[in-house]
């Protein structure tokens, strides 16, 4: 007799080997098979369907399950789903070899049905359930399967639950599979018959008339790297994409669809989206922000982003303040100082006292992020739950963010939290409701950030956060109706004016360091004798040296308030830029109601600030830095040469740039022999005079796997220096040490 499982058990057999329960069937049902056979006899409990199912054929790849009505001489079906599931297992990631197809045909029209392994009904089995196509082999009938079965890889591929590309493609996805499988399974006729039957055949997604197979599909198809590109788009998603647990957390848009599938060929694959799909603005909208949310899907793009510190010009207030003053080493000033080791403290802390923290900026700004950085110790002390709220008079707040039961699990630890907000604010407000027990509260930092897309026709204008400061200001101060701070309000009908003499400059100071290509100004409302004629536009480092990047004569303003772009030949980043005025229209006083600066859309190979440098070593080879192993090697751009001495500590290595430059990168090529002796920990330190040093970045237990190994590292670090210095605290153990390359980097 047969025995029903468990309830929780899906599949049931007979106990015997009695058949006569399945009078007529043959002895398949017979209990001869091995341990791990699959089911010879189970009941349906899967998308409405209950019936009995037997099981006609199997192998390490397929079962072949056939309902009481089907002809079980029909044999074609077992040699074709083995052959396309294994073509599935070898070209799919996440189905293994050990899980088999479960492959169900019935006599009468069901509506077909994939399951995976996340599916609790098919006992998580991989399986396709559907009616027989045909009892002779037939392309309707192996096209069929093959449709079923590309709906089951999409859904199940790289081990996560979900098509998120469905809402964009419908089932266009299946002709792209079967035309892959077939010329797989070495049925080029039939491949063929597939492309000749849908290469003319249009959809009415994303937009009317598309032509998924002939102008997506295939040309990506036979471009690229056939059904290799298809297994990368799910690859592409399941490292990158939102999920939760073991499910896409939501469908993709079109810009995240393209930035996905141009991950899976490795290039930009926007042109020819515009090309098969057309293209809409809320559709480039939708690809920028897929390359802001999604930057590590590895193909070349421009940067679409930009995080703004909106702390760098902000003013602190906190209702209560550490006993010793704002201004002490534990006060309210230590929250914006951009030092993650200083902290902010005070006593007395419960949420009755209903402290907050304030940051109020110099103009209204969109925050749509923040981070806090835990302080150096006592976790109890930490921030735990709080509101976060923007107003624009200092009274009236709206919250923005709420956060409950936060923790930091490690000290001095940044974290970033996002808020959903495009409204701009002049006050920014944090209230902490509650800490982790303590009577002590206590945070190292609290940083207002703005992140912003930048669109290449757009581009991004750094003047936002700029400090504006002039060589004559206007006799009421920066402050006054026409002083300086007027030059960058973002408002061209206020107007700064003051007095005028040849070599008048005004300067904005930036965050961090900029490449500048583009600059407007914007002239006065009256008094065209006023205007800019003959000027200078400079960048700088450090306010002393300057690089002169355009000359400007005899320029006209035709009108007033009238703003003109301007366009110089720039490729270096400068955190300083300044616009000295030769002359004006002839008058003794000099008007403009606008100056902006624009960041270049041109992406910028990485300065390597190595070349012309000084390299010196306190430690060199015997034969001398000019040596065939002496310092000199360290910066002569050959990772086939290399610096070698005879020390196991107490070494540095110092290069003198030509000019100061911001260094927030380096890299180091390891030597070609001899692991033992690569760098192991070290320090990189920077300076302005040779003497006090600054330590920017330390690095411990580095490994080098290969020789001749170049490693990048990327440093927090906004301030140019002249000399950088890489102090060896350790290498890997032997009693010399040796690298091919250092390299100093801005990327």
Sequence with gaps: MCLLFVATTLFYSCSTDDSSFADGLPDS?????????????????????????????????????????????????????????????????????????????????????????????????????????????????????????????????????????????????????????????????????????VLESSQSYPVADTYWFRDWFYPIYNTYAGGVTLNNFYRSLSDNFSRQGDAYERDLNMGEFVHFFSGAVGEDLQIMAEEAFGWSDDWQQDLLQARTDFPNVDYPFEPTSELIDLSLNATITVSKDNDSGPESNEGSLKLIDNNLNSKFLIGGFSPNINFWMQQELGESQVANRYSITSGNDAPDRDAKSWEFLGSNDGENWLVLDTRTDETFGERNQTRDFTVSNDQAYKFYRINITANNGGNLLQISEWRVLSLQLIDPSNPADVTTTAVISVSNDNINGAQGSEGSSKLIDGDTNSKFLAGFSSGFWMQQELSQAKVIDKFTLTSGNDAPDRDAVDWVFSGSNDGNSWSDLGSFTNEVFSDRNETREFTISNSNA?????????????????????????????????????????????????????????????????????????????????????????VNAYSITSGGDAPDRDLKHWTLSGSND?????????????????????????????????????????????????LSEWRLLNI
């Design 29 to 197: 049902v017979i209990n001869n098979d091995p341990a791990d056979a699959p089911p010879r006899v189970f009941e349906e409990s899967w998308n409405g369907h209950n019936q009995v199912l037997y099981r006609e054929f199997f192998d390490s790849n397929t079962a072949v399950y056939y309902d009481e009505e089907v002809n079980r001489e029909v044999l074609w079906t077992r040699n074709f789903t083995s052959d396309a599931w294994e073509h599935v297992q070898r070209n799919y990631d996440n189905f293994d070899d050990e899980d088999i197809l479960y492959s169900v045909f019935h006599s009468e029209n069901v509506e077909a049905f994939s399951g995976n392994i996340f599916d609790e009904s098919t006992q998580n089995n991989f399986l396709i359930d559907l009616t027989l196509p045909g009892e002779e082999f037939s392309s309707a009938g192996t096209d069929a399967i093959l449709k079923i079965l590309s709906e089951l890889v999409e859904t199940s591929a790289f081990g996560v639950d979900g098509s998120p590309a469905s809402a964009i493609w419908k089932d266009a996805w299946s002709e792209i599979f079967i035309y892959d499988t077939y010329l797989e399974l070495g049925m080029e006729e039939e491949a063929q018959r597939i492309y000749d039957a």
């Design 574 to 662: 400068f955190v300083y830029y300044r616009i000295t005025i030769t002359a004006n229209n002839g008058s003794d006083a000099i008007q403009i109601s606008e100056w902006r600066l624009k960041e270049s859309d041109v992406i910028i190979t990485p300065q390597d600030f190595s070349s012309g440098a000084i390299i010196s070593v306190n430690h060199d080879n015997p034969g001398g830095a000019g040596s065939p192993e002496g310092s000199q090697k360290l910066i002569d751009m050959d990772v086939n040469t290399k610096f070698l001495v005879s020390v196991s500590q107490d070494l540095w290595m110092q290069q003198e740039l030509t000019q100061i430059s911001i």
């Design 690 to 738: 040779g003497n006090a040093w600054d330590v920017l970045d330390e690095r411990n237990d580095e490994i080098f796997s290969g020789r001749n190994e170049t490693r990048q590292f990327e440093i927090s670090n906004s301030t140019a220096y002249k000399y950088y210095r890489l102090t060896m605290i350790s290498n890997n153990g032997s009693d010399g040490t040796q």
